[in-house]
């Protein structure tokens, strides 16, 4: 990639394709991958009626080109050294804090990590294994799971929206020294961004993205 | 889709705000011209599905920030900001 000066977790960039008649179609992604990483990748959620993520997953192939502006952002980043981490993921919000988790495990830090994580279903979950292995790591992030529409047979995990009492018990009290991330569709946001306030974190620790309509 | 689906924040269009200032503009601090109010770009409530996008203020709703770009050009109204501290 020529000009890519490395990036922080959390980031994310902008993608544009141009049609042969000119026209441009541009979305935001959250990168992935953390920095120490030697390639950076992107997840893109494939919307059925979207008009850019449908191609980048079904029509891209290896060597094509694309413009790609960025890393874009400065606020919803985590650099290891800098305080414990508590994530809450709606749907593919867990993109950038799995970038978090990633530049933590590569960058062996041993700060606490604990991420709520919540999906539709169980095969909506991303980075099932990925997230598995981490978490039975020495050190590893605690990792909990919300299922709010289908559960396998015998989930233990929990079965609602997420509401203050899970976060209690995702996270535990409040750690002055910790920083919450919440990245997800934006009602999901501001429910657990509410909600954390209301527990007593700070609210200049509690940051937040919001992924709408214009992802797809 | 209501209002609530619509809803961004100063994160979603970093891009664009690089764009317009030449440099990270969403950890800048942002001063609102109607209440007062100071916090980050990415903490502004953004509205970026009309043919311009809008800038508001989480505390009170004021519009910060137009801008509308077509082609080549590009419009910035900052009417509502008072004070806009870049860093870095």
């Given at each position: 990639m020529a000009?890519?000066?490395?990036?922080?977790?959390g980031q994310h960039?902008?993608?544009r394709?141009?049609a042969?008649?000119?026209y441009?179609?541009?979305r935001?992604?959250?990168?992935?991958?953390?920095?120490?990483d030697e390639?950076l990748?992107?997840?893109?959620?494939?919307?059925?009626d979207?008009?850019?993520s449908?191609f980048l997953v079904d029509?891209l192939?290896a060597?094509?080109?694309?413009?790609?502006r960025g890393?874009?952002?400065?606020?919803?980043v985590?650099?290891a050294?800098?305080?414990?981490?508590l994530l809450?993921?709606?749907g593919s919000?867990?993109?950038p804090?799995m970038a978090?988790?990633?530049?933590?495990a590569?960058a062996g830090?041993?700060e606490?990590a604990r991420?709520?994580y919540?999906?539709r279903?169980?095969?909506?979950?991303i980075y099932?294994e990925?997230?598995?292995?981490?978490?039975?790591a020495?050190g590893?992030?605690?990792?909990a799971y919300?299922l709010t529409r289908e559960?396998?047979d015998?989930?233990?995990?929990?079965?609602?929206?997420?509401?203050?009492a899970?976060l209690?018990e995702?996270?535990g009290p409040a750690d002055?020294?910790?920083?919450?991330?919440?990245c997800?569709p934006?009602r999901?946001?501001?429910?657990?961004?509410d909600a954390l306030?209301g527990?007593?974190?700070?609210p200049?620790?509690?940051k937040?993205?919001?992924f709408g309509?214009?992802g797809? | 889709?209501?209002?609530?689906?619509?809803r961004?924040?100063g994160?979603?269009?970093?891009?664009?705000?690089?764009?317009?200032f030449?440099?990270?503009?969403?950890?800048a601090?942002?001063t609102?011209?109607?209440c007062g109010a100071?916090?980050?770009?990415?903490?502004?409530?953004?509205?970026a599905?009309?043919?311009?996008?809008?800038?508001?203020?989480p505390?009170?709703?004021?519009?910060?920030?137009r801008?509308v770009r077509d082609g080549?050009?590009?419009w910035l109204?900052a009417?509502?900001?008072?004070?806009?501290e870049?860093?870095?």
């Open positions: 000009g890519w000066a490395g990036h922080r977790a960039v902008d993608v394709l141009t042969e008649d000119g441009q179609a541009q935001s992604y959250s990168i992935a991958s953390a920095p120490e390639r990748a992107l997840t893109v959620e494939r919307l059925e979207g008009e850019v449908p029509e192939r060597g094509d080109r694309f413009e790609l890393p874009i952002g400065g606020y919803f985590w650099e050294g800098s305080g414990p981490l809450a993921a709606g919000g867990i993109v804090l978090m988790l990633r530049h933590r590569a830090s041993n606490g991420l709520l919540s999906a279903s169980f095969d909506d979950v099932r990925e997230l598995a292995r981490l978490s039975a020495d590893g992030p605690q990792v919300t559960r396998p015998g989930w233990t995990g929990y079965d609602r929206r997420v509401d203050g899970m209690t995702a996270f002055p020294a910790g920083t919450a991330f919440v997800g934006t999901f946001v501001e429910t657990v961004a306030v527990l007593g974190h700070d200049g620790r509690v937040t993205e919001r309509p214009t797809g | 889709m209501d209002d609530g689906d619509l961004l924040d994160n979603a269009v970093g891009g664009l705000l690089g764009d317009v030449g440099r990270e503009t969403t950890t601090r942002g609102c011209g109607s100071v916090g980050e770009v990415a903490t502004l409530v953004v509205y599905h009309a043919p311009g996008t809008v800038l508001r203020c505390a009170c709703g004021a519009v910060l920030l801008i080549e050009r590009l109204d009417r509502g900001l008072r004070c806009l870049l860093r870095g």
